[in-house]
Structures are given as structure tokens and as C-alpha cells.
């Protein structure tokens, strides 16, 4: 199970919580600065933004780099960076950028030979090898036949991607997928893992970033028709985890041996 950890906040939770991972993706970028989740943030911006949640936590990250940049050689350069910043996975996408995320059905995304491309030039920057990298398809979701996704899949596998995330199958299909990769795959979920498990998959990211901005909502509009928040109040992060997460008191003691305090 990976929760989406949009912020550093959330990854410490994770890592009280005794969650093994965390998925950080372009998506909490897209938050961060209210836009669409439409890829229209640039690679940089996103690898900028994992680099900087990675450096202040030691729970292992899936990092998303997008489509890499577009060219395989600019793709080189992002997985070396996100690899130098901590991830313990990279993903990349087939996407074209804003064209692809915007487009409908049959939405033309990037060129097998392309996609294959950018697995090979991540496999050749990463330097540890127990670094995955992750090919992401949304080919199905878009509408691509299912054989030219498994034709795809077959080339990234053999271009050396270590797991996938295949948009837009169901889990019967997911099915099937593992049964011809016999590779890690990941999916989308907000049921039980029970569910996927029983499928063959091996890992799901959860949206739960989402609710800390609903809660937040949920508290201005009790603030606009009462003048408080005693409602939203009761969803507050309870005092003595605040407290863990920002190691309050690992940092007073630090502040006391330097004569700070």
C-alpha cells in the first residue's frame, strides 16, 4: 500500500504509521500550485518538488518523472536526478505531455520506439541497481487496443523496466498482464488490497493527499456560516503527533546543548 505523500508532514505520518512506502507524483505539484494534474508543470518543477520531500524523510519513495522529459536523453537526466535525490523507484510515463493528458479516445501518446527509449536510457543512469524503474502505460485508458498495450509492455519489459502501472486495465486484465511480464505491477485503488492482491498485483497508491485540503475546505465553510471551526476542529492532527512528526523534542534537545534555550 503507498499512500500519495504530497508533503513532508504526511511521509512522516507514513513512516509512524509503519508504512513500508510512499508515492510521490506530479500530481501533489500540480496541487501545490492549483493546476490540472495535466502535465503542464515541467519535469523539472516536479523532480525539484520530490527531490525536496525525499531529502527530509527515510520512508522509500516511488518517484514519479513524468514522461521523462519528452526525449530519452533529457529522461537520462531525470532519473539521474531523482535517483541522487533518494528515490527507490522512478516512473515513467508514455505520455506526450499536455497533448496526451488533454486528448480523448485514441489520443495519440508517445511512439513505442520513444517509450522504449526513455526505459533504456533510465536503465542506463541509474547506478543502483535495486533502484526500480516503473513503465507506466495509459494507453487503455485512452482507448488503445489491448494487444498494442501488451506489444508495448513486451518491449519496455525487454528494454529493461523492472514493474509497470497499466492505466485504464481491470483487474482481470491486470491479471493477465501478470501472467505474461511476470513482473511487479501497480495499480490505482481506494478498496481493499485484498482485492488487487487476489489479481496478482503486487502494489497500490492511494489519494488520501486529497483529504487534508477537503477537511480545510469543510473548516472555512464553518468558519463563513458560524464565525469558528468547532466542527472541522474534531479532523485536527492531535498535539502529541504533531509533536513526533516534527521531532519537537529531538530539536529542543538540540537547542539546549548549543545553548539556544
Same mark, same amino acid.
Given at each position: 500500500?503507498?499512500? @500519495? #505523500?504530497?508533503?513532508?508532514?504526511? /511521509?512522516?505520518?507514513?513512516?509512524?504509521? %509503519?508504512? *513500508? =512506502?510512499?508515492? +510521490?507524483?506530479?500530481?501533489?505539484?500540480?496541487?501545490?500550485?492549483?493546476?490540472?494534474?495535466?502535465?503542464?508543470?515541467?519535469?523539472?518543477?516536479?523532480?525539484?518538488?520530490?527531490?525536496?520531500?525525499?531529502?527530509?524523510?527515510?520512508?522509500?519513495?516511488?518517484?514519479?518523472?513524468?514522461?521523462?522529459?519528452?526525449?530519452?536523453?533529457?529522461?537520462?537526466?531525470?532519473?539521474?536526478?531523482?535517483?541522487?535525490?533518494?528515490?527507490? @523507484? #522512478?516512473?515513467?510515463?508514455?505520455? /506526450?505531455?499536455?497533448?496526451?493528458?488533454? %486528448?480523448? *479516445? =485514441?489520443?495519440? +501518446?508517445?511512439?513505442?520506439?520513444?517509450?522504449?527509449?526513455?526505459?533504456?536510457?533510465?536503465?542506463?543512469?541509474?547506478?543502483?541497481?535495486?533502484?526500480?524503474?516503473?513503465?507506466?502505460?495509459?494507453?487503455?485508458?485512452?482507448?488503445?487496443?489491448?494487444?498494442?498495450?501488451?506489444?508495448?509492455?513486451?518491449?519496455?519489459?525487454?528494454?529493461?523496466?523492472?514493474?509497470?502501472?497499466?492505466?485504464?486495465?481491470?483487474?482481470?486484465?491486470?491479471?493477465?498482464?501478470?501472467?505474461?511480464?511476470?513482473?511487479?505491477?501497480?495499480? %490505482?485503488?481506494?478498496?481493499?488490497?485484498?482485492?488487487?492482491?487476489?489479481?496478482?498485483?503486487?502494489?497500490?497508491?492511494?489519494?488520501?493527499?486529497?483529504?487534508?485540503?477537503?477537511?480545510?475546505?469543510?473548516?472555512?465553510?464553518?468558519?463563513?456560516?458560524?464565525?469558528?471551526?468547532?466542527?472541522?476542529?474534531?479532523?485536527?492532527?492531535?498535539?502529541?503527533?504533531?509533536?513526533?512528526?516534527?521531532?519537537?523534542?529531538?530539536?529542543?534537545?538540540?537547542?539546549?546543548?548549543?545553548?539556544?534555550?
Amino acid at each position: 500500500v503507498l499512500p @500519495v #505523500v504530497e508533503s513532508i508532514m504526511l /511521509t512522516r505520518l507514513c513512516e509512524l504509521e %509503519g508504512f *513500508k =512506502a510512499g508515492f +510521490m507524483g506530479g500530481s501533489g505539484m500540480a496541487a501545490r500550485n492549483a493546476l490540472p494534474n495535466t502535465s503542464i508543470q515541467t519535469v523539472q518543477e516536479v523532480i525539484d518538488y520530490e527531490v525536496q520531500g525525499m531529502s527530509n524523510t527515510d520512508l522509500p519513495i516511488l518517484a514519479d518523472g513524468e514522461n521523462g522529459g519528452g526525449s530519452p536523453i533529457v529522461t537520462y537526466r531525470t532519473v539521474q536526478q531523482l535517483e541522487r535525490g533518494g528515490a527507490a @523507484v #522512478v516512473m515513467l510515463e508514455d505520455s /506526450t505531455g499536455p497533448e496526451s493528458e488533454y %486528448g480523448g *479516445k =485514441a489520443v495519440a +501518446m508517445a511512439a513505442q520506439e520513444v517509450m522504449v527509449g526513455r526505459i533504456k536510457a533510465a536503465v542506463d543512469a541509474r547506478k543502483d541497481h535495486d533502484m526500480m524503474i516503473l513503465a507506466r502505460t495509459d494507453r487503455p485508458a485512452k482507448g488503445h487496443s489491448e494487444q498494442e498495450v501488451f506489444d508495448l509492455l513486451g518491449a519496455l519489459s525487454a528494454a529493461g523496466a523492472d514493474a509497470f502501472f497499466i492505466s485504464g486495465f481491470t483487474l482481470d486484465q491486470q491479471q493477465k498482464a501478470k501472467g505474461i511480464l511476470k513482473k511487479p505491477l501497480m495499480v %490505482g485503488s481506494s478498496g481493499p488490497a485484498s482485492d488487487w492482491h487476489a489479481k496478482g498485483v503486487d502494489m497500490a497508491f492511494y489519494h488520501i493527499d486529497n483529504i487534508g485540503i477537503g477537511a480545510m475546505y469543510m473548516a472555512l465553510k464553518e468558519i463563513k456560516a458560524t464565525g469558528k471551526f468547532t466542527e472541522a476542529a474534531k479532523m485536527q492532527l492531535p498535539r502529541d503527533i504533531a509533536a513526533k512528526v516534527i521531532n519537537q523534542q529531538e530539536w529542543l534537545a538540540r537547542a539546549k546543548k548549543y545553548g539556544v534555550v
